[in-house]
């Protein structure tokens, strides 16, 4: 059973301009959410996609901004890049539909994102 | 490989002794634990998971501990291996859906 996969691993950008990331969760799996990682916060919660409908969101600008498509592959969208936006960007795909469900997430291998 | 964090807890063992990893969550309502392990240059691995209802699990080589009293999480490897070394974190479930709030991490240094 193939893995989560993110294209691309690696990207440099300039800042102002946006970028959109990809993520194919595993298969079957609904449930896709988004992390980004720096050195600095660490890993925190972007937003949660179930069923090509954001079911969570964390604290971040309106910048950041995703969808899912009816095969459950997601992207998420920054715009209008910063600096600080420099960061490891984590998907993760969950079997769990129900939320009394408890299911672990696996994650992909991530992108990494230079804003230069 | 990446950097997950310069500036972790580290904790240094010796090849074959047993470590323990501890983390504090902070709310009350969580109800599903993970922890997880980080190599460079990878996501984050699946390693065990607990429920709220439950104080102990137990899987190969790794047993995790909830005190939800004092709203504390542990991991014990056993007899850690060279191929142990990583950054763990420990992350909660709040709330309905799956959005997970991470800890800092800690990174584990093993000696041989």
């Known amino acids: 059973k193939a893995g989560v996969t993110q294209t691309p691993r690696y990207l440099i950008k300039t800042r102002g301009q946006q970028v959109t990331l990809s993520c194919s969760p595993i298969?079957?799996?609904?449930?896709v959410s988004w992390y980004q990682q720096t050195p600095g916060q660490g890993l925190q919660f972007l937003f949660e996609?179930?069923?090509?409908?954001?079911?969570n969101k964390g604290n971040f600008p309106g910048r950041f901004s995703g969808r899912q498509f009816s095969n459950s592959r997601s992207e998420m969208n920054v715009s209008t890049l910063e600096l600080g936006d420099s960061a490891l960007y984590l998907c993760?795909?969950?079997?769990?539909?129900?939320?009394?469900?408890?299911?672990?997430?696996?994650f992909g291998q991530g992108t990494r994102l230079t804003v230069v | 490989g990446e950097s997950v964090g310069l500036h972790l807890p580290t904790l240094s063992v010796q090849e074959g002794d047993n470590s323990i990893i501890n983390c504090a969550y902070s709310?009350?309502?969580?109800?599903?634990f993970i922890w997880y392990k980080q190599e460079s240059g990878k996501g984050p691995q699946f390693i065990i998971d607990?429920?709220?209802?439950?104080d102990k699990r137990q899987g190969q080589r790794v047993t995790v501990l909830l005190n939800k009293t004092v709203k504390h999480l542990s991991l014990q490897i056993a007899a850690t291996q060279p191929g142990d070394s990583a950054v763990y974190f420990c992350?909660?479930?709040?709330?309905?859906?799956?959005?997970?709030?991470f800890g800092g991490g800690t990174r584990l240094m093993v000696k041989p």
């Open positions: 996609y179930f069923s090509e409908t954001q079911r």
């Open positions: 993760a795909s969950n079997p769990g539909s129900s939320p009394g469900m408890n299911t672990e997430a696996f």
């Open positions: 607990i429920r709220s209802n439950m």
């Open positions: 709310n009350s309502a969580s109800d599903y």
């Open positions: 298969s079957g799996h609904r449930s």
């Open positions: 992350a909660e479930r709040r709330n309905a859906g799956n959005m997970l709030t």
